[in-house]
């Protein structure tokens, strides 16, 4: 990277910050969403069997929000999908689109009835 201070600076250099910070960007949203998404879809989640400690009764007719990426509802108490409303995604992919923490803008806020 060439310093502002040089005697011969050139505008042109100005793209090559613009690079370096796009790269730095792209690593800490793109590259860190793509592993996390990645890992959530790696976790083992337990069967009913196998769940160390679980709730005694869920109602299978209740409707779920959950802020879990993973099938747990699913697997340990038989809650259909159809019941849970996955409120940052469901990793059912490697690729799956997860929503990270929350919209900083409300103007990038989806409302709970947009996404069912």
Not at 78 to 94: C, E, N, R, T
Not at 106 to 112: D, G, H, L
């Amino acid at each position: 990277m060439v310093s502002y201070a040089v005697k011969d600076w050139s505008d042109s250099f100005h793209h090559n910050y613009q690079y370096e910070i796009n790269e730095v960007v792209d690593k800490l949203s793109i590259g860190l969403k793509r592993q996390f998404t990645q890992r959530v879809y790696c976790l083992p989640i337990p069967s009913a069997l196998e769940a160390p400690r679980r709730l005694d009764y869920l109602n299978l007719d209740a409707e779920y929000l959950t802020f879990n990426y993973t099938n747990s509802l699913k697997s340990i108490y038989s809650i259909p999908d159809s019941k849970v409303l996955f409120i940052h995604g469901k990793a059912a992919q490697p690729d799956s689109n997860l929503t990270l923490g929350h919209a900083w803008s409300p103007k990038e806020r989806v409302a709970i009835s947009a996404m069912q």
